[in-house]
């Protein structure tokens, strides 16, 4: 089979949803990552090739904390790769938008220049917080004990939907009219700590709540917990954007990628309930 598309992080949030839709649309579609189909490994440069081999398209999730988007691209330039989609962040461009302890945001700015200066066709993809941290990321232990305890005060979120992102990945990777489109996604307004433990306790039919931390309490707790200070006092500057509300704003690239409305983090919570998500 001849592979028109590279889903590079292809068992992550995003790009498996990705991989799963183009395949219902019907594209071929390589779906890499160190535990999937085609076996792929960022800090193994002898596997690029194999990946890029006879694609035209490429989906790029990049390593955390690595600066390796950029010969990645050069790479995939010159097997013939003609359009790429970049996952990116929110808040990349915005000066102090957040702490930088974990020393992943060099890398994301140099992914998002590479990509624009590559020559080639190009799109970013900037979501927010996902609506999945709940259901199968960050906050997805908590929210199965029944308590979010988080240094996160009274702030909110609007919380993206994967399957939005994936949607707008895939009309990138495949469509017209995305290139040199910086695609900023949330959902459609912003949700409190409390409101998410609220709807999610609603729709999976069991309480869950929110429990409001210092920053102090959340690292002592993680640090008993076994985590080591420097990994705990992380966690908690991850937090930091919602808690100072950084990341209320409703972005507009979900609608002005595919011509509708975003899904809310209602929807996403009876949907994950439909689905058997929340336990």
């Given at each position: 089979m001849r592979h028109q598309v590279l889903v590079t992080g292809a068992t992550g949030k995003s790009g498996r949803r990705v991989v799963r839709r183009l395949r219902e649309e019907g594209v071929a579609v390589r779906a890499a990552a160190r535990g999937g189909e085609h076996f792929f490994d960022w800090t193994d440069r002898a596997t690029w090739d194999a990946a890029l081999e006879g694609v035209r398209a490429v989906y790029i999730v990049p390593l955390d904390g690595t600066a390796?988007?950029?010969?990645?691209?050069e790479r995939a330039a010159r097997l013939g790769v003609?359009?790429?989609v970049l996952a990116s962040g929110r808040g990349i461009d915005v000066p102090g938008y957040a702490k930088d302890s974990g020393g992943m945001l060099e890398g994301f700015i140099d992914g998002e220049a590479a990509v624009r200066e590559s020559g080639l066709e190009w799109t970013i993809s900037r979501p927010g917080w996902f609506a999945q941290n709940f259901s199968e990321g960050f906050f997805a232990d908590a929210v199965r004990a029944g308590e979010l305890r988080l240094p996160g005060g009274d702030g909110a979120a609007s919380f993206v939907d994967a399957?939005?992102?994936a949607a707008v990945v895939a009309a990138a990777l495949t469509g017209d009219g995305h290139s040199g489109q910086i695609y900023e996604?949330?959902?459609p307004r912003a949700v409190t700590l409390d409101e998410a433990?609220?709807?999610i306790s609603e729709a999976a039919g069991r309480d869950v709540r929110y429990v409001p931390l210092s920053v102090e309490e959340y690292v002592a707790e993680l640090v008993g917990q076994g985590?080591?200070?420097e990994d705990a006092?992380?966690?908690a500057d991850l937090i930091e954007p919602l808690r100072e509300g950084k990341?209320?704003?409703?972005?507009?690239?979900?609608p002005r990628a595919l011509g509708r409305s975003a899904r809310s983090f209602g929807e996403f919570a009876a949907s994950t309930a439909a689905e058997g998500g929340w336990g």
């Open positions: 390796l988007v950029r010969p990645f691209v003609r359009r790429v399957e939005d992102i996604l949330s959902g433990a609220a709807t985590v080591p200070p006092a992380a966690f990341d209320e704003h409703v972005s507009d690239g979900v």
